[in-house]
């Protein structure tokens, strides 16, 4: 980072936001201006592990201020790293938000010296989608929205629509936010599969299992190879951390925060992401069951929502393919796959692959939240030890045989019938 | 390119070259200096097809002079291409050299603004290996140094090796050599599968052949795959046109030069492009038997050269590997990879996933040469075109078959007999 960042830098407290966004018309305009900055009230609300996020509220409007601080938040400044994820979560957001703007706060204002970006405030009763899945609230267009955005903006970032150029261009842009990219290396494919102190795993019930996935060594041979695809396949511009943690929704809106991971990278990892988060949320639900709500119904919806999700990806993805057929892209050119026939057996061979790889990144992410360093509410939430334990490990179990497997899988179905072979109920 | 660059340049002849280089320390040091400078010699020997080579001699030492125009030496300024290519050539040089220096000429100077580079001259009896195939001389250490040359330069670039961030920072320089991958996507990957004015053939012989080519859906299926792979995969610092027209042989040494399309992508490209090229080699030694010599030994040879090279290489990269596993490459880490057995079985993986992408790479690069715009001396200095098309037939479906089976393969041995199966002596 220049020097000159650097100096520009200053971590903002409540007193010194508001003198701030009384300084940027930018983020002042959307709070009425002078006249509503009068009244300005300001709540800390970041629950992520990294940033601080403020909720800055006037009598005539409503801003996000998100700042990253150059250390991870709920570690300290133990753990340094870079501001600069700030610029990369802005230049994502713009871009993804250009591209799917249905799905994708506004960015208002961003300054990369502050490392401090002003956004749209996803109002109430939007709540984090983790959240809805936790108390078993049913989003009948979640799937639709996620298919949507993912297919827009891994599409419309692909070299399918774009050529070499803009796409090598912008590659060697993203680059420079390796940091996250190592932190990504290091928390779902490397300390998982070693021993380090940061792993954490519901003991003493799951040592063994934990054990277990140190000891295999096919499981790690596959990781070796999804670890290097992470690293090398500039595939597209991906969000790069896209949990339900990262997904603010109501039952008919859904938006995507928080791509500070944001770099090209394989499509599978934001599709397997995605999936392998509801799929911890499925095995979750034991847990959560009661006198009340046994959640069968609701995991159905769960499974349902798994199957619709990648299958109106497959579906919107392969549509904006052919209708953009014709254009710049430079993978499949129109006069060589210059038949329907020819066209549609390519796009059957990239989904499959791309399925596979999403299995493979999706696996990966499910393992890495039971015997890695950062867990999940849905699981974490389950007080019962013991119980919590016995979801753990059908999840665990679940996404290893889908790791290693998962060339074998044909479509989602095969997929949620192995999700429910792996769950006693 | 900056304006700056492009004022300061000139395109040189062979007066102005005396003056440039007397006036360049670095150049004229290597020529004795003011006193050797008096009685300079210069002779312009570029045979490639894009820029102008010359030798510089004086009483006491010879240089290599090569300068990059904007455009296309063999077409003319009507294809134009960025002298940019002249910095990547200088850069992969000095990269390469540093990392393998017994098979890469020394760079002396580099002038950016210029696209001047000055390098060792690669003295007499030194030839370019592809005058040497079709004269039929053997080189009893070509695959010995063509498997150290490629070994060291890919396993030393490439994640094995390598932390993430000293990649990416390496893979974003070299994103900006996109006008050279562009080509190479062109008139490798594109141009053969679709009508192009650029194609041509031995005609009519191969007129069927060629159409044949542009109607194989699944020869089509499988090249997208490549193509795309060339462009994604940021797997190693590769020479980018590795074909034995850029490499300088005696029977004691191997000098490669001219990667002035090097960039960061998929390792096998270069494997593939020697070996592929080797395999244009043998199937044009038909087209050269005489009375005086049928060329069978030779033939012999070539296929022989071929197997040790893949086998030589994959013992060196293997055991770089095993030498340097304690080290801080990203891939492999050691507390995974912590058992002889596991790591050997994680080479083993990665040593087939790579013999795979260079029969892919290696048989996409005959069949352009066959069929696409730029052939090979090997083939075109066959006089009789019947007896040329066959040869170029057998070549061709081989490379086709090659390309489309090649994960059947599981040795290079087994390669060598299909190579074998299509020659009908
Ligand atoms: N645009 C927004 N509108 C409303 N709430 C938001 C917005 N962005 C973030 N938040 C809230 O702040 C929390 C943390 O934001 P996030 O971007 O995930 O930060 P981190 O990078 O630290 O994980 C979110 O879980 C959400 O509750
Ligand atoms: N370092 C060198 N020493 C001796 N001859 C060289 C050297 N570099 C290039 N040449 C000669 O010049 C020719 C063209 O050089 P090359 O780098 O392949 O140019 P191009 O990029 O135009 O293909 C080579 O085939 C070789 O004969
Ligand atoms: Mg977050
Ligand atoms: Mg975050
Ligand atoms: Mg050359
Ligand atoms: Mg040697
Ligand atoms: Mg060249």
Redesign the interface.
């Known amino acids: 980072m220049a020097a000159e960042a650097e100096q520009g830098f200053r971590p903002l407290d409540e007193a010194s936001l508001v003198a701030y966004i009384k300084a940027t018309p930018a983020l002042a305009s959307h709070l009425g201006g002078a006249a509503g900055l009068g009244s300005i009230e300001i709540k800390e609300v970041g629950d992520g592990n990294l940033n601080f996020v403020y909720i800055v509220k006037s009598t005539s409007g409503a801003i996000i201020i998100k700042q990253a601080l150059p250390y991870v938040r709920c570690v300290g400044d133990s753990w340094p790293m870079t501001r600069e994820r700030a610029y990369f979560e802005a230049s994502t957001l713009r871009e993804h938000g250009r591209l799917c703007p249905e799905h994708t706060p506004e960015v208002y204002h961003f300054d990369r010296a502050m490392s401090l970006m002003g956004m749209r405030y996803i109002e109430p009763p939007h709540i984090i989608l983790r959240k809805g899945l936790i108390a078993g609230v049913e989003y009948p267009l979640l799937a639709d929205h996620m298919s949507d955005y993912m297919a827009k903006t891994l599409f419309f970032t692909s070299?399918i629509y774009n050529n070499?150029?803009d796409?090598?261009?912008r590659?060697?842009?993203y680059?420079?936010n390796?940091?996250m990219?190592?932190l990504t290396?290091q928390v779902v494919f490397?300390d998982p599969?070693?021993?380090s102190k940061f792993n954490r795993w519901t003991s003493p019930y799951l040592d063994k299992d934990a054990e277990a996935v140190r000891e295999d060594?096919e499981l790690?041979?596959e990781v070796?190879?999804l670890?290097?695809m992470f690293?090398?396949?500039?595939?597209a511009l991906i969000h790069g951390d896209l949990h339900t943690g990262s997904i603010m929704v109501t039952p008919d809106s859904t938006q995507v925060i928080d791509p500070e991971f944001g770099f090209y990278g394989p499509m599978g990892f934001d599709i397997g992401a995605f999936l392998g988060n509801l799929i911890l949320a499925y095995y979750s639900q034991n847990g959560h069951a009661d006198q009340a709500n046994d959640r069968k119904a609701y995991k159905k919806w769960i499974l349902k929502t798994i199957e619709e999700s990648w299958n109106l990806f497959q579906k919107k993805f392969v549509e904006l393919w052919n209708k953009h057929k014709e254009g710049n892209g430079?993978?499949?050119?129109p006069?060589?796959?210059?038949s329907s026939?020819?066209l549609s057996?390519?796009q059957k061979?990239?989904m499959t692959n791309l399925f596979h790889d999403s299995l493979g990144f999706g696996s990966a992410k499910m393992i890495r939240r039971i015997v890695g360093i950062a867990h999940v509410e849905d699981l974490e939430s389950i007080k019962d030890a013991s119980k919590r334990a016995e979801c753990e490990r059908a999840a665990l179990n679940c996404a290893k045989m889908l790791l290693k497997g998962r060339r074998q899988f044909e479509t989602i179905e095969q997929v949620i019938e192995h999700i429910q072979s792996f769950d006693r109920e």
Chains 1, 2 share one sequence.
Do not use: F, G, W
């Open positions: 070299l070499t150029t796409h090598k261009q590659v060697a842009q680059c420079a390796v940091e990219c190592r290396e490397s599969y070693r021993v060594d790690k041979l070796a190879e670890k290097s690293i090398e396949r500039a595939q430079e993978a499949y050119l006069d060589i796959y210059n026939d020819l057996l390519a061979k990239y």
